[in-house]
């Protein structure tokens, strides 16, 4: 178990992550960006401001998309947590992965972890008025000019829509963790 470098007790955190239960030792106000990087070793998730306003660091709590930089391990205490390692499954990856691979929806990688799981809950729980563009508004990029991932987006509900039973349950059974 590591451990943090934040002064005051530690608590004793208790989660589902990918599907596999983890028991954290930590400072209370932890964050759950770094729980996940140094404490269970899952680097996929990204930082890139640490202010919660690029979407780099987005993982999916209790099936919802969260900025782990501002989310405190305290407060996953018996919660769910899905990172970009849980989307896929025995080995296959998520279709928003295949996608993003095929159009090429990434370059230097630092937003893409947290724009595919976005991406993935929006194929799962559908678009917002706005579209994709409006779906994925909260993570930003600084290297596609967002085009190439649009079209991934748009593969990936496609590839979804093949799908009998659609993706809604891709990863559940959680991934390499
Ligand atoms: S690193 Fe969390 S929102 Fe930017
Ligand atoms: S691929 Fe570089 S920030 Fe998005």
Redesign the pocket.
């Known amino acids: 178990m590591a451990h943090d470098h934040l002064p005051g007790p530690r608590t004793t955190v208790r989660m589902r992550i990918n599907g596999e239960e983890k028991t954290v030792r930590v400072a209370p106000m932890r964050r759950l ?1 770094d729980v996940l990087r140094e404490d269970v070793g899952l680097k996929g998730t ?13 993982v999916l709590l209790d099936g919802e998309p969260v ?4 989310v405190a391990a305290l407060q996953c205490e018996g919660r769910e947590v899905r990172t970009v390692e849980g989307l896929e499954s025995h080995g296959v990856l998520h279709p928003v992965q295949e996608a993003f691979l095929q159009h090429g929806g990434a370059q230097c990688g630092i937003c893409t972890p ?1 724009m595919v799981v976005t991406a993935a809950w929006l194929v799962d729980k559908g678009l917002p008025p706005g579209g994709i563009r409006e779906g994925i508004a909260g993570n930003i990029c600084r290297c596609t000019g967002y085009g190439a991932i649009v079209d991934s987006v748009e593969d990936a509900i496609v590839r979804c829509q093949r799908k009998a039973g659609g993706c809604a349950q891709e990863g559940s059974e959680g991934g390499a963790a």
């Not at 890139?48 to 780099?56: I, P, R, T, Y």
């Open positions: 960006l990204k930082e890139g401001c640490g202010e919660g306003e690029c979407g780099a660091c987005t900025c782990s930089c501002l947290g």
